[in-house]
């Protein structure tokens, strides 16, 4: 049976970390890259391990995802983001999985989401399952221009060793990025016909809160913990906040 493997990452301005992915992928039969327009030295890095490196308009996470997987000419898919690590154990896994698991279209992989150099263990960080490892036939990706995600058609396993996820480099980052995503899921929600009251954003931001940082034990995290349970729910209050704006300039009112 054919086991090559093709991985897949999108980039955008991500020298400064892109080089560190690249470097756990040489295992891979085939690296395809999709550069939406960076500007700083990502394709440049990019081309020392591939030359299949692609320059394209953002078209939002999962149709730029869904164009570089129909590049891949590899029998299975393995998606990665620029910032994350793959290491030998978790290589290692996932060669002797895809021969020994023939039943198999999908992998789920679970993540170690890192802010800093600390491992996040509580407050829904881990073990953060997601699919990331599929056989090209059996997936695709949804349209979603925020949060897009693999479907697969079939029977899914779940791998033991983890992703290395540097989530969370710094707060500046965090929070542009909280910014970025929660206007694109504001978005999102209003293309899909959702609709909020003025009560939204805050009864999300704080039922959020406490799910992370209480039940979820995200306090035991210490301040890290802390700093991420508050920047997630303050993501969802903009998110709602930002689609009922949406709502008002369209002239729309709305209820949960």
Same mark, same amino acid.
């Given at each position: 049976?054919?086991?090559?493997?093709?991985?897949?990452? +999108?980039?955008?301005? /991500?020298?400064?970390?892109?080089?560190? %992915?690249?470097?756990?992928?040489?295992? %891979?039969? $085939?690296?395809?890259?999709?550069?939406?327009?960076?500007?700083? /030295?990502?394709?440049?890095?990019?081309?020392?391990?591939?030359?299949?490196?692609?320059?394209?308009?953002?078209?939002?996470?999962? @149709?730029?995802?869904?164009?570089?997987?129909?590049?891949?000419?590899?029998?299975?898919?393995?998606? +990665?983001?620029?910032? $994350?690590?793959?290491?030998?154990?978790?290589? /290692?896994? +996932?060669?002797?999985?895809?021969?020994?698991?023939?039943?198999?279209?999908?992998?789920?992989? &679970?993540?170690?989401?890192?802010?800093? /150099?600390?491992?996040?263990?509580?407050?829904?960080?881990? &073990?953060?399952?997601?699919?990331?490892?599929?056989?090209?036939?059996?997936?695709?990706?949804?349209?979603?221009?925020?949060?897009?995600?693999? +479907?697969?058609?079939?029977?899914?396993?779940?791998?033991?060793? &983890?992703?290395?996820?540097?989530?969370?480099?710094?707060?500046?980052?965090?929070?542009?990025?909280?910014?970025?995503?929660?206007?694109?899921?504001?978005?999102?929600?209003?293309?899909?016909?959702?609709?909020?009251?003025?009560?939204?954003?805050?009864?999300? %931001?704080?039922?959020?809160?406490?799910?992370?940082?209480?039940?979820?034990?995200?306090?035991?995290?210490?301040?890290?913990?802390?700093?991420?349970?508050?920047?997630?729910?303050?993501?969802?209050?903009?998110?709602? @906040?930002?689609?009922?704006?949406?709502?008002?300039?369209?002239?729309?009112?709305?209820?949960?």
């Amino acid at each position: 049976m054919n086991n090559t493997i093709s991985a897949i990452i +999108i980039t955008h301005n /991500e020298a400064d970390q892109v080089e560190r %992915c690249l470097r756990g992928l040489s295992w %891979c039969d $085939e690296i395809v890259i999709v550069d939406s327009g960076s500007t700083d /030295e990502t394709v440049a890095i990019a081309k020392k391990y591939t030359n299949r490196v692609f320059i394209e308009d953002w078209k939002g996470f999962g @149709a730029q995802k869904q164009s570089a997987l129909s590049k891949a000419s590899g029998e299975w898919i393995f998606t +990665i983001d620029a910032d $994350e690590v793959i290491g030998r154990a978790l290589t /290692e896994e +996932i060669l002797y999985s895809i021969k020994k698991e023939q039943s198999a279209i999908g992998f789920l992989i &679970p993540r170690k989401n890192l802010y800093g /150099e600390k491992w996040l263990r509580f407050g829904g960080q881990y &073990p953060d399952y997601i699919l990331r490892l599929f056989r090209k036939k059996a997936g695709k990706f949804t349209e979603s221009i925020v949060h897009e995600r693999v +479907i697969v058609e079939g029977e899914t396993k779940k791998l033991k060793t &983890p992703i290395i996820h540097y989530a969370f480099k710094d707060l500046t980052t965090r929070i542009e990025k909280l910014n970025s995503y929660s206007s694109l899921s504001a978005r999102q929600m209003l293309l899909s016909g959702k609709t909020v009251n003025s009560f939204s954003p805050l009864i999300h %931001c704080a039922s959020l809160f406490i799910k992370d940082y209480i039940f979820r034990l995200g306090f035991i995290d210490g301040r890290e913990g802390f700093d991420i349970a508050l920047l997630k729910s303050l993501g969802v209050y903009f998110k709602y @906040a930002k689609l009922l704006e949406l709502q008002y300039k369209g002239g729309s009112d709305g209820n949960t």
